[in-house]
């Protein structure tokens, strides 16, 4: 008797934990919770390492647009506050050497404009009238110049003058006449003529004085000579710039003058230059191009003129970004991808590296991609935004070993919603038992006893890297109970060269294996249901979505979201057509038109047989919106169940507006609830 009443108490101590677990349906994620969201973003330390000035973003609801507003926090997180929150979007803030201005960008009269703040009282001052919006802000260290970059518009004869129109006609818009290799860049469309070239404007306000010229584009970061006469910068001045798009060089102009001294030259690209504290040394990033498909970006050290380059961080197998000068001179601070998860370390200048802060990212809301930034403060703390599986970004700091995250901006909205469960899974692939690692996201409530459907989200790229980070997008499908699997298979980045190039001039190829054996290693787990798995992927992942329907029909349904589908047309369409060719095939498409072709999801599109949407943005110019119309055809001919779904006005990264993000994901559950095994 004893044993039948311990046994009736476990089974109603364990009901009410299956029922405390399931949660409500008001507890659950819901897309039009998207509006909600906030994240931290573009954080700067003050100088003195004190305060913190971030870009608080959120989303109107009316607008659906972001609006972005400046905020401060003390560096011990107190005092959180606005400096200025209105309907306008602030951004790019940067502090004075001192540490009493702060410099930011605001189209709050009208066009984007340079603007200061007075910090010990809040004056503030417009400080230019440009036509264009600035980029790349820096002070000068003496504190009495602000530099930036600035597209500067050209024109050019029409290539044969209209007749006169007679007074009061109205005519059609006049031809457009193209002759740039590059003439449209997605999320821009097609572009203005003109360069990016930099600026000068005094920090109390006045005309700006442009200080470089001609038919290139001068990119930032910007960087001072501590004596505040010399400004360094990289930019792709060669010849034949417009087909080399890795190529760049370091340079250095003279603010008085206007001298361009070249400090560079190398076949591959160098950018990102700082100058140290002292002026003395130069640090930047670049590598020797050998064009392969992907290359570890190195850190480099050379004098003020260029002399005595030497790599600082040949034994480092990860890329290097965002190098920064500690204040002694001694060290750059720098971020880096490892294994997913973005990092930030100190590299002295033998190459010895110690890692500083981890967890960064969360500015990108929708896939799990690495993201984030940081600043660094004299006393060499640092603020960065800060990410979890649970919440987007928010303001962080490290110094000394320890972290501490600032702020909560989401806890209002996530602490009344259940998210779901995120966990590590690695596995060896089936095509040489190389470990392959990934993540699964289980809806909340989860329970082992039961059998789930299963999504593999696979990323784009190829060659960039998911990680333990978070993801509106896989949040929203767990919550529609599904068990989410995304993965780093082989050709992603942030492990290494030899593992990135595994797919060099053979993708999509073997990652086909590495993600087949991920699935089969989750079900192998219990919990998913092997009659109800579905795929869906983005750009590079629309490509191995488009693949692995080609190959298998073991899944129900799938999505192609802007994929390409025939590598020759988009080799000769995408908005960077120099590169693609040149070092994802190494020939042009008429010179190897089997390679294109064997490597094209198209080549398979006669094996389909699992019912597949197709969504794309209708102003994609990466991977243009005729490469899923091709596929869309190819599948109603052959009288596969497919639909196209189409974005207005959306990009390549087709979720720019909290509405497309909503969409998209809809649109992708909606399509797998249709084929979705009862």
């Given at each position: 008797m004893k044993n039948v009443v311990m046994a009736a108490l476990a089974a109603l101590v364990l009901a009410s934990v299956s029922l405390a677990a399931e949660p409500p349906a008001a507890k659950r994620f819901k897309s039009i919770d998207v509006f909600q969201l906030e994240y931290a973003d573009d954080v700067q330390i003050s100088p003195d390492g004190s305060r913190i000035a971030y870009v608080r973003v959120s989303h109107d609801i009316m607008t659906d647009?972001?609006?972005?507003?400046?905020?401060?926090?003390?560096?011990?997180?107190?005092n959180n506050r606005p400096l200025r929150s209105e309907s306008k979007s602030f951004m790019?803030?940067?502090?004075?050497?001192?540490?009493?201005?702060?410099?930011?960008?605001?189209?709050?009269?009208?066009s984007p404009q340079l603007y200061v703040r007075w910090m010990d009282t809040g004056q503030t001052a417009l400080l230019t009238n440009l036509v264009q919006a600035p980029g790349a802000?820096?002070?000068?260290?003496?504190?009495?110049?602000?530099?930036?970059?600035?597209?500067?518009?050209?024109?050019?004869?029409?290539?044969?003058?209209?007749?006169?129109?007679?007074?009061?006609?109205?005519?059609?818009?006049?031809?457009k006449v193209v002759d740039s290799v590059v003439y449209r860049a997605d999320g821009q469309g097609f572009l203005d003529i003109g360069f990016n070239h930099l600026f000068i404007v005094s920090a109390e306000g006045g005309t700006a004085r442009q200080l470089t010229d001609g038919d290139f584009n001068d990119d930032g970061p910007l960087s001072f000579t501590p004596d505040?006469?010399?400004?360094?910068?990289?930019?792709n001045r060669g010849a034949d710039w417009e087909r080399d798009p890795q190529e760049s060089e370091v340079?250095?102009?003279?603010?008085?003058?206007?001298?361009?001294?070249?400090?560079?030259?190398?076949?591959?690209?160098?950018?990102?230059?700082?100058?140290?504290?002292?002026?003395?040394?130069?640090?930047?990033?670049?590598?020797?191009?050998?064009?392969?498909?992907?290359?570890?970006?190195?850190?480099?050290?050379?004098?003020?003129?260029?002399?005595?380059?030497?790599?600082?961080?040949?034994q480092f197998d990860r890329d290097i970004e965002s190098p920064r000068w500690s204040a002694d001179g001694r060290g750059i601070h720098f971020a880096f991808d490892d294994r997913g998860v973005k990092k930030l370390g100190l590299v002295s200048l033998d190459g010895k590296v110690r890692n500083l802060a981890e967890n960064v990212g969360g500015t990108d809301l929708g896939r799990p991609y690495t993201s984030g930034m940081f600043s660094v403060a004299r006393n060499g703390r640092v603020a960065f935004t800060h990410t979890s599986v649970s919440s987007p970004s928010n303001v962080a700091t490290a110094m000394g070993g320890t972290t501490r995250v600032l702020t909560a901006l989401n806890d209002d909205l996530f602490g009344d919603k259940a998210l779901g469960a995120v966990r590590e899974i690695k596995w060896k692939s089936s095509h040489d038992q190389r470990e392959i690692q990934g993540w699964v996201i289980t809806p909340p409530g989860f329970d082992t006893a039961k059998k789930y459907p299963m999504i593999l989200e696979i990323h784009g790229g190829p060659f960039?890297?998911?990680?333990?980070?978070?993801?509106?997008?896989?949040?929203?499908?767990?919550?529609?109970?599904?068990?989410?699997?995304?993965?780093?298979?082989?050709?992603?980045?942030?492990?290494?060269?030899?593992?990135?190039?595994?797919i060099h001039h053979a993708y999509p190829g073997n990652d086909y294996d590495d993600l087949m054996s991920g699935v089969d290693a989750l079900i192998a787990q219990g919990n998913v249901d092997p009659e109800n798995l579905f795929v869906t992927g983005g750009s590079g992942g629309g490509v191995l979505t488009a693949w692995i329907v080609g190959k298998t029909d073991r899944f129900r349904a799938a999505v192609v979201a802007k994929p390409v589908i025939n590598w020759s047309s988009f080799a000769l369409t995408s908005d960077v057509t120099p590169f693609f060719y040149k070092y994802w095939f190494g020939a042009y498409p008429w010179e190897q038109p089997e390679q294109y072709w064997k490597r094209s999801p198209l080549s398979?599109?006669?094996?389909?047989?699992?019912?597949?949407?197709?969504?794309?943005?209708?102003?994609?110019?990466?991977?243009p919106i005729g490469e899923?119309?091709?596929?869309?055809?190819?599948l109603k001919l052959r009288k596969i169940d497919t639909v196209m779904v189409r974005i207005p006005e959306a990009s390549h990264g087709m979720v720019s507006r909290p509405s497309n993000l909503i969409a998209k994901v809809d649109n992708i559950l909606a399509w797998f609830e249709r084929y979705r095994k009862k």
């Open positions: 647009r972001a609006r972005r507003n400046l905020w401060l926090v003390n560096a011990d997180g107190t790019s803030p940067r502090w004075s050497p001192d540490g009493t201005r702060l410099a930011y960008v605001s189209a709050a009269e009208g802000i820096a002070w000068s260290p003496d504190g009495k110049s602000i530099a930036f970059t600035q597209f500067v518009p050209s024109s050019k004869p029409p290539l044969a003058p209209p007749p006169e129109k007679p007074q009061g006609a109205s005519w059609a818009p006049p031809v505040s006469k010399h400004i360094v910068f990289s930019a340079f250095s102009v003279e603010l008085a003058s206007g001298k361009l001294t070249q400090l560079t030259s190398r076949d591959g690209p160098d950018n990102s230059p700082v100058v140290s504290p002292d002026g003395k040394r130069i640090a930047y990033l670049g590598f020797d191009d050998r064009l392969q498909g992907y290359q570890i970006t190195h850190l480099y050290v050379m004098d003020s003129d260029g002399g005595n380059s030497r790599l600082v961080t040949g960039t890297a998911y990680g333990p980070n978070y993801t509106t997008e896989l949040q929203l499908m767990a919550a529609a109970g599904y068990i989410v699997l995304y993965t780093n298979p082989r050709g992603s980045t942030s492990y290494g060269e030899e593992f990135g190039n595994l398979l599109v006669g094996n389909v047989k699992t019912p597949t949407m197709l969504l794309v943005g209708e102003v994609d110019y990466r991977t899923s119309e091709q596929y869309y055809q190819a």
